[in-house]
Nanobody, 127 residues
Framework: QVELAESGGGQVQAGDSLRLSCTGS????????LGWFRQAPGKERERIAA????????YYADSVKGRFTISRDGAKNTVFLQMNNLKPDDTAVYYC????????????????????WGQGTQVTVSS
């Protein structure tokens, strides 16, 4: 099991930027993929970005493509989400998640088989 802790949320104005961080501890050696999700009040959780262990493969939801960038620092077991040009619709609780090599059909990142989750960090964007 991997423990994840997010940081970097806050309240900003539309057009501003924020960088979220998520640091893993525990069995991080089994991690093959990392992702960011968000959930706004009254809405379902949305997968917005993901990255594999090497960092060469990424995924972005259409809602954030071109504005958000996911990256990772393997040495520090940390994944980042750089969020630019924030909009009020980006207001949500943001969660990071990890995929384990034991949790995906191929043992590689699938970007859908996330089994470890952080507690979330609130991002509020005002107009």
């Amino acid at each position: 099991q991997v423990e994840l802790a997010e940081s970097g949320g806050g309240q900003v104005q539309a057009g501003d930027s924020l960088r979220l961080s998520c640091t893993g501890s525990g069995r991080t050696s089994t991690t093959v993929g990392l992702g960011w999700f968000r959930q706004a009040p009254g809405k379902e959780r949305e997968r917005i970005a993901a990255i594999n262990f090497s960092g060469r493969n990424t995924y972005y939801a259409d809602s954030v493509k071109g504005r958000f960038t996911i990256s990772r620092d393997g040495a520090k077991n940390t994944v980042f989400l750089q969020m630019n040009n924030l909009k009020p619709d980006d207001t949500a609780v943001y969660y990071c998640a990890a995929e384990s090599t034991y949790g995906t059909p191929s043992g590689l990142a699938s970007f859908i088989d996330f089994t470890s989750w952080g507690q979330g960090t609130q991002v509020t964007v005002s107009s």
